[in-house]
């Protein structure tokens, strides 16, 4: 098996496995702070095994001041993401919370466009258009197949939310060239451990057998390992390929919550899933912007 073909499969596994992500919150059963609390305790204890036997675990302690804080600040936006993320998950379902997570690309392109003064052209309004069209067909609004209530329009702003904390992650990541991706992962868990502590979540004595399960899922597998997969397979991969595979994640988590629940979408929320993936794809890759206008792809793990 090729290199290539070896980073494929492990990013597409990693993918498959987040697929699964939302089933394990729900069915924990606790408050999205208690269920990120835990994935950044238990995910953290993961990565650190994982840079260990990297030998990456002592460079932290080599990183200089100004890299350890914007990976701490790193940290607090991801966790926001995290929480705000679950409780979509809660009030949405699954699948729409995830696929309208992913309009984080146009996030990511306003911030380019507003801190470092990157053009925007018309394809990217278009792509833009689209995936608003795509918004509205994936929520079933559209077919009257949904009447929207404070809960759910909660939801899907907490999506809307995360996905731009995760591009502010994004923007920052790329700026700090000192510190490994597992490395920014581990110090972004034990941020997340201590900030979340602080918000007096499910205690361990509270906590029940079950849950103590799906937790460790959700660290261990969700985290620790899905994290491993990713980075040991995207540096594999064209940035092109490794884009197009990063979107097997929603269309896997879609799959899973309708065979767990049973949660039948009509044709315009496939439709509209369908929109919001091509457009959000589109920007990734540039799609119709001229080649001068064209920038490397940055992909960074969810």
Known sequence: MTSQALGAL?????QLLLGTLGVCVLQSGADPVSVAFYRCLIGALALACYLAMQGGLSGLARLPGRTLLAALASGVFMVGNWVLFFTAIDRTGIAVAT????????????LAALLFGERLHAATFAWVALALAGLVLATGYADGG??????WLTG????????????????????MKDIRAPQLALVQCLCGTV????L?????????????????????????LVYALLYSGLPKLPAALAAVLLFVYPASAVLVEALVYAH???????????????????????????????????????
């Open 200 to 224: 007096a979540p499910l205690g361990p004595m509270q906590v029940s057998a079950g849950q103590w399960g799906w937790f460790a899922v959700i660290g261990v597998v969700h985290t620790g």
């Open 156 to 175: 899907i702003g907490c999506t809307l939310g995360a996905a731009m904390l995760y591009s502010l992650v994004t923007v920052m990541a790329k700026g």
């Open 264 to 302: 039948g979408l009509g044709l315009s929320q496939y439709a509209g899933f369908a929109c919001i993936l091509a457009a959000s794809l589109g920007v990734t890759l540039r799609w119709g912007v001229p080649r001068s206008g064209r920038a490397q792809v940055a992909v960074c793990s969810r």
């Open 195 to 198: 900030l979340l502590g602080v």
């Open 10 to 14: 492990n990013v597409c596994a990693a």
């Open 99 to 110: 696929v309208v997570f992913h309009v984080q690309p146009f996030f990511l392109v306003i």
């Open 146 to 151: 949904l009447v929207p209530d404070r809960s």
